[in-house]
């Protein structure tokens, strides 16, 4: 892969008896959004602690455009935009005051301070609050201020830990809108648990359970290994549901019939048997049939079902 | 020192960004008076000379200064904000000075504003100034002791009211032990060399030279080490609460 930008190799931490991470290697190219998903407490935001140098690796490593992460190394964290989890910011300051704290950290100053103030500041659509006590500010602008902080020394990485988390739905897209716009010349890793944001974000996911890497591939690639893929739902009378479902049961590519009820009318999800494609015959036989579907759709595969899949399997 | 400037003005104005700072120099500069006039009998003594200036500082300090020092870590990590601050582009040690010097920044300036009573005690007669001087350089001296102190308890814990008591309670250690009646008790079992070092560990016997206009090197030293004692301690806890996460 040309250009990684960061690289995670055999990564591990111990707490005591706990591995919270067990062996995570991966790697981010130039102009990638990475969703890092994984249920609670499954190692993502030690992981990602780890990859901003704020925890020492039990053992592996962790590379920011080569330089090794470090809690010393300060060439890497330089490289870095972190949002840590839950976006913390010192109350008291201003947004103004704030980032040009951010900014003097990373050694920028004087004119040239105000302007990467300013301009992290208008990507972020903050100029309206500038002036204003961090704590009395809204949840989303808030969390605006911390990636205005994340973005605004141009940084190669970012590292973002729940970016959405506790949003509403307009701040969320709005901060994917941010995200999408910055990833251009950028790696960027994204802790969620929020599956519709790897649709909406990321080129690729990376599905982690007790620590270990489960899954990893691109969110169709991901969504393949559900079993409602090419799963075709429909709508139709109460009355002909139990006799299309018997019918399509009867058929060799069909795995199953799932309905419920809406209504009057009941919506029925066909699985298909190993994936493959149904909807052209179901149609067929519902019109020759007469089924009167009022809906029909085709599922391409369903994230949160891989998701359930793979990260509940091992408990049970 | 870049670094350390930039943790140093963030952390001096976030003093000033609640009234807590003004009601602190307030009740400081009270409490300054009422030991002086009152307790220290300033004006029954009559002698131009700040002892019974000085000599209630080491118990004034006791509380006021770890209530500067108590919010210096403790606050970052229940805000969270510890994160925050370790993953900038700083040396961990450039932060823990910083810090450090805006609390003892905080209390030069708390020591600064009781310049009346150096106005009034020269408008009334004529003191040694020289005497005057060396007492604000080992009052200073001595507050850095207990700003350390207070910095690493307040390392300790996420509670700044429990970094307060803990750093009250090493203070008062370090008071108490200059105080005859430890010393005596001391003295009952140990041998002198022993009853030596216990005193010598008391911030009482080494501002009792500074504030009589001394200067012994030993008594810088001392504080000197004390500081970079419990920065040390400091920056040992702070990597150490990193690590738990």
Redesign the interface.
């Known amino acids: 892969m040309a250009d990684v930008l960061l690289e995670a190799r055999d990564l591990n931490k111990h ?1 005591g008896n706990l591995k919270a991470v067990d062996g995570i290697s991966l790697e981010v190219a130039k102009g990638e959004v990475l969703g890092f998903l994984g249920p609670n407490g499954a190692g993502k935001t ?1 992981t990602m ?1 780890m990859l ?5 690796p039990t053992s592996g490593s962790a590379y920011i455009c080569g330089e090794l992460v470090t ?2 190394n ?2 890497a ?2 490289r ?1 935009g ?1 949002l ?3 976006a ?6 201003s947004p103004a ?1 704030f980032l040009k ?2 900014a ?4 920028i100053t004087g004119r040239e301070a105000d302007d990467v103030v300013a301009s992290s500041a208008s990507a972020v659509n903050l100029e309206k609050v500038m002036g204003q ?1 961090i704590e009395t500010l809204s949840k989303g602008f808030k969390r605006r201020v911390g990636l205005a ?1 994340a973005i605004l020394h141009a940084p190669d990485v970012l590292i973002l830990d729940e970016p959405t988390d506790g949003l509403d739905p307009n701040q969320k897209h709005e901060v994917r809108r941010l995200i999408e716009a910055m990833s251009v010349d950028r790696s960027i890793i994204i802790s969620t648990h929020i599956l519709e944001e790897v649709d909406a974000l990321c080129h690729r996911a990376v599905i982690i359970n007790k620590g270990r890497i489960v899954a990893d591939g691109t969110p169709s690639q991901l969504k393949a290994k559900s079993k409602y893929r090419n799963a075709v739902t429909m709508l139709l009378p109460e009355d002909r549901a139990e006799l299309a479902a018997s019918a399509l049961k009867s058929l060799k590519q069909i795995a199953g019939v799932e309905a419920a009820r809406e209504g009057n009318q009941m919506r029925l999800t066909v699985l298909a048997r190993g994936g493959g494609e149904i909807a052209d015959t179901i149609g067929d036989i519902a019109a020759v049939s007469n089924w009167q579907v009022s809906q029909f759709t085709v599922d391409s595969g369903r994230l949160d079902d891989v998701f359930r899949q793979l990260t509940e399997g091992e408990d049970q | 020192m ?2 350390i400037m ?1 943790i140093l ?2 952390e001096f ?2 003093y000033f ?2 009234p807590v700072a003004y009601v602190f120099l307030v009740i400081f500069l009270i409490m300054q008076g009422l030991f002086t006039f009152y307790i220290g009998s300033f004006y029954q003594r009559e002698q131009a000379d700040l002892v019974s200036f000085f000599t209630y500082q080491p118990w004034l300090y006791l509380f006021l200064m770890p209530s500067i020092a108590m919010r210096l870590w403790a606050e970052e990590r229940r ?6 601050l ?7 040690r450039a932060v823990v000075i910083g810090k450090y010097m805006a609390a003892l920044a905080f209390a030069a300036l708390a020591l600064a504003l009781t310049f009346p009573i150096w106005i009034t005690v020269n408008w009334l007669g004529s003191p040694d100034n020289g005497v005057i001087i060396t007492g604000y350089v080992g009052s200073f001296l001595m507050a850095g002791a207990y700003l350390a102190i207070g910095a690493a308890m307040s390392s300790v814990t996420k509670n700044q009211v429990v970094a307060f008591i803990l750093a009250v309670t090493v203070c008062f250690l370090f008071l108490v032990s200059g105080l005859p009646m430890v010393l005596d008790t001391v003295g009952a079992w140990a041998p002198d060399a022993v009853v030596l070092a216990v005193a010598n560990l008391s911030f009482l016997t080494h501002f009792d030279a500074l504030q009589k206009g001394v200067v012994t090197l030993s008594d810088v030293v001392y504080f000197v080490a004390v500081i970079v004692f419990w920065l040390w301690v400091n920056r040992i806890v702070i ?1 150490s609460k ?2 738990a ?1």
């Open positions: 707490f030690t602690k901003t140098g704020f925890l020492a809690s010393e300060e060439a964290r330089q870095i972190y840590p989890e839950g913390p910011l010192y109350g008291e300051m005051s704290f951010i003097a950290t990373h050694g006590r902080a | 870049t670094a930039t003005r963030r104005s976030s960004a609640s805000a969270g904000t510890f994160e925050l370790l993953t900038l582009p700083l040396p961990t990597e990193r690590e996460g």
